[in-house]
Nanobody
Framework: QVQLVESGGGLVQPGGSLRLSCAVS????????MGWYRQPLGRERERVAF???????DYEDSVKGRFTMSRDNAKNTWYLQMNSLQPEDTAVYYC?????????WGQGTQVTVSS
């Protein structure tokens, strides 16, 4: 059974950094694409970053220059490095991928930016 497990969330002060991880398990196939989404309390889920196989990535305007995706193929793990965090970045962050004909979501990790 394919599972995506996020980690790395927490409480950070404005201007701080966090690195989220998304570990993919339950499949012998390497994931070739991954999206990071976030959902602030009471609002809709939005995509903030996306990367496909060759390393091409795309970022939502509000996080460009602050967030960076990367991957560790050996561990089948994806990362979202988040710098210069602001209170408006507070949300539950999810990773999301497609394997074959199926889509998978992680359980989410809370990021709270507050002084």
């Amino acid at each position: 059974q394919v599972q995506l497990v996020e980690s790395g969330g927490g409480l950070v002060q404005p201007g701080g950094s966090l690195r989220l991880s998304c570990a993919v398990s339950g499949t012998r196939f390497r994931t070739y694409n991954m999206g990071w989404y976030r959902q602030p309390l009471g609002r809709e889920r939005e995509r903030v970053a996306f990367m496909i196989g060759g390393g091409r990535s795309d970022y939502e305007d509000s996080v460009k220059g602050r967030f960076t995706m990367s991957r560790d193929n050996a561990k089948n793990t994806w990362y979202l490095q988040m710098n210069s965090l602001q209170p408006e970045d507070t949300a539950v962050y999810y990773c999301h991928t497609k394997l074959g004909d199926n889509y998978y979501w992680g359980q989410g990790t809370q990021v709270t930016v507050s002084s």
